[in-house]
């Protein structure tokens, strides 16, 4: 199978790499253009990176759909795969491959489409999430359903941990799935748009813990957040950002701070968190213990 892969972040890079070295042939690579970073440096994205190293040609599109159907007709792709692109596809462009696009999403579909699927489920308390490959359509992540792999989420999963096990199983799954179309085999049933749930683009102030929300909710959001934005709260003007974080019972109003076996802790509405590890913005991220030895002062305030 002739494939022209399209992605562009960290979560792209399993696949791509999976799609390499398969019997399949990756003809070239289509990726976002380079941005701004730090001290206005031009940053590739991961996949430009990754595929020059694999020696693939690479083509870098404002609008894919505006942009693309001129190269996408002349290398002729049996199939497009799409991993985390980031851009609508134009359905002229879908209907060039004669194999069609399949795509890799990082939930259990019709669950979670959208920007956000793997914060999501952590952020909803769910105990399974997983990768689904799927026929690209214009409507997003609504496409028929080809593969479904399942995968539990462990009380220790953040964001970051769950991110590497959903790419590195979407990848192996997409390989498989291609495989499937190759041979005549595949079998693509379409959503239950009644079943269907969507999640947004997740923005910093997300991570906000409030002293009205509960410990439960905190928790959550401290794994959901973990490694950006990364949850946190204000005291007295100033971020406190909570990397990790074990609920605990209460000793104090919402909103207070106590101690426990060393650590500070925050009382909320129906528990407490204990603060493992933490980082005052501008400074080093510390264990919340050694944190708390240089700031004995936090057990008299409050967040705001």
Same mark, same amino acid.
């Given at each position: 199978?002739?494939?022209?892969?399209?992605?562009?972040?960290?979560?792209?890079?399993?696949?791509?790499?999976?799609?390499?070295?398969?019997?399949?042939?990756?003809?070239?690579?289509?990726?976002?253009?380079?941005?701004?970073?730090?001290?206005?440096?031009?940053?590739?994205?991961?996949?430009?990176?990754?595929?020059?190293?694999?020696?693939?040609?690479?083509?870098?599109?404002?609008?894919?759909?505006?942009?693309?159907?001129?190269?996408?007709?002349?290398?002729?792709?049996?199939?497009?795969?799409?991993?985390?692109?980031? $851009?609508?596809?134009?359905?002229?462009?879908?209907?060039?491959?004669?194999?069609?696009?399949?795509?890799?999403?990082?939930?259990?579909?019709?669950?979670?489409?959208?920007?956000?699927?793997? $914060?999501?489920?952590?952020?909803?308390?769910?105990?399974?999430?997983?990768?689904?490959?799927?026929?690209?359509?214009?409507?997003?992540?609504?496409?028929?359903?080809?593969?479904?792999?399942?995968?539990?989420?462990?009380?220790?999963?953040?964001?970051?941990?769950?991110?590497?096990?959903?790419?590195?199983?979407? *990848?192996?799954?997409?390989?498989?799935?291609?495989?499937?179309?190759?041979?005549?085999?595949?079998?693509?049933?379409? $959503?239950?748009?009644?079943?269907?749930?969507?999640?947004?683009?997740?923005?910093?102030?997300?991570?906000?813990?409030?002293?009205?929300?509960?410990?439960?909710?905190?928790?959550?959001?401290?794994?959901?957040?973990?490694?950006?934005?990364?949850?946190?709260?204000?005291?007295?003007?100033?971020?406190?950002?909570?990397?990790?974080? *074990?609920?605990?019972?209460?000793?104090?109003?919402?909103?207070?701070?106590?101690?426990?076996?060393?650590?500070?802790?925050?009382?909320? *509405?129906?528990?407490?968190?204990?603060?493992?590890?933490?980082?005052?913005?501008?400074?080093?991220?510390?264990?919340?213990?050694?944190?708390?030895?240089?700031?004995?002062?936090?057990?008299?305030?409050?967040?705001?």
């Amino acid at each position: 199978m002739r494939i022209l892969f399209l992605g562009t972040p960290d979560f792209a890079l399993p696949t791509l790499r999976a799609l390499v070295r398969s019997k399949h042939e990756v003809l070239a690579v289509i990726t976002q253009p380079d941005k701004e970073g730090n001290r206005r440096v031009l940053t590739p994205p991961p996949v430009k990176t990754e595929a020059e190293k694999l020696g693939l040609p690479v083509y870098q599109f404002a609008s894919f759909k505006k942009e693309g159907v001129d190269l996408v007709k002349r290398l002729s792709p049996d199939m497009m795969v799409t991993a985390a692109f980031g $851009q609508i596809i134009s359905q002229e462009l879908l209907d060039i491959p004669p194999f069609g696009t399949l795509n890799v999403h990082g939930s259990l579909l019709p669950k979670y489409r959208g920007a956000s699927p793997i $914060q999501s489920c952590l952020l909803n308390g769910d105990t399974k999430t997983g990768v689904t490959i799927m026929r690209t359509a214009l409507k997003v992540d609504s496409g028929d359903i080809l593969l479904k792999k399942e995968l539990p989420i462990l009380p220790s999963d953040t964001a970051g941990v769950l991110f590497d096990k959903i790419a590195e199983l979407g *990848a192996a799954a997409l390989v498989e799935a291609v495989d499937l179309v190759e041979k005549g085999k595949a079998v693509f049933t379409p $959503q239950d748009e009644s079943q269907a749930t969507f999640c947004k683009m997740i923005a910093k102030s997300d991570g906000e813990i409030r002293k009205t929300e509960s410990a439960e909710s905190a928790i959550r959001k401290v794994r959901a957040m973990n490694p950006w934005p990364v949850a946190f709260f204000f005291v007295e003007g100033e971020r406190l950002k909570v990397f990790s974080a *074990a609920q605990t019972e209460a000793k104090g109003a919402p909103g207070t701070f106590h101690s426990d076996q060393g650590f500070p802790c925050l009382n909320l *509405a129906d528990g407490a968190i204990r603060l493992t590890e933490i980082q005052l913005e501008g400074k080093k991220r510390t264990l919340g213990k050694d944190f708390l030895l240089g700031h004995s002062d936090l057990l008299n305030k409050e967040i705001e």
